[in-house]
DNA sequence: ATAGATGCAAAATCTTTGCAGATTC
DNA sequence: GAATCTGCAAAGATTTTGCATCTAT
């Protein structure tokens, strides 16, 4: 994968749209890398301000949507507890790639295809979700390379 | 399958539980049957008013929680779209892209939820494979979150 | 120097709750 | 008739925003 920090990859990120690293997006960072789960941003605040009392909560909001927009994180919801956002770091850990079927609906042809990243999201999702995800069923339906053209004729 | 309508079954269980029918309550379960997709308590305020204009949206919400906490629907979140609450009226709704489900081994339960970094994979396998997704299929199994400590003990 | 971030306070959004009066069984 | 619901208004909880000030580049 990377070997790069998060905070490594987001002052790249950041620098390369004119956006500059503060040491209160550190500390958010920090504290995301930290904490274990999926932290609300209140508890990532509170973690935050432990090394900055000043830190404010709006600071950590602003850093977590922005962070959201670029990719570095995403917003979840657990339907079992408080109705406050999560937020989820993304790990870099990977499962190992499934293969997965694809089903022309013209010529009935089976596909098979690996899609590694394919797995990483489903990672991500159980992450997120705080399950475990033991079995994936996918399959995707639509029309092979060699119908696409026969299908456009019809 | 059942063929009693949401309204019935509400109906009976909530005599069952000493609750009571009531025209706000049927105006709720009406609009979650007719409203399209999951709808916030605001649309489901909205689409009840049209027949009762003095419906409070605070009784949606009692309604509401009570629907959730008797199972008749599952609250989910769209990490896309904004950030209210939307209600599932368990559709065997199928697949508007975005849309997946998780089913617990153990108590059965399905979550729904979206994964955003899903589609761009599939968008990408796509390029890669020429021809054209249509419909995706995707089903994951597994513990939730609240059995995976069940099946610990076991 | 200056574009961009922060802290603050105030507002916006979404959801819950206590209570008096109305409704269902 | 009595327990249950409802509308209302007010509070809670969460998230966003405008602006003066500060800071990283």
Redesign the pocket.
Known sequence: MTNLSMTDQV?QR??S?????????KL?LAALEDLPGHP???EIHARARQD?P?????????????LEESGFVN?C?FAEE?????FDAQSSDSLEPGHYHFVCRLCGGVIEFAEPRLADVLVSFQESFGGRVEETDLALYGLCKSCLPVSAQA
């Open positions: 002052t950041l620098r749209e004119g956006g500059r690293m503060t040491a209160q997006r958010v609300t941003a209140e900055d000043d830190l404010h909560l709006s600071t950590v909001y602003r850093t977590l949507r922005w917003p919801w408080g109705r406050a956002e999560r």
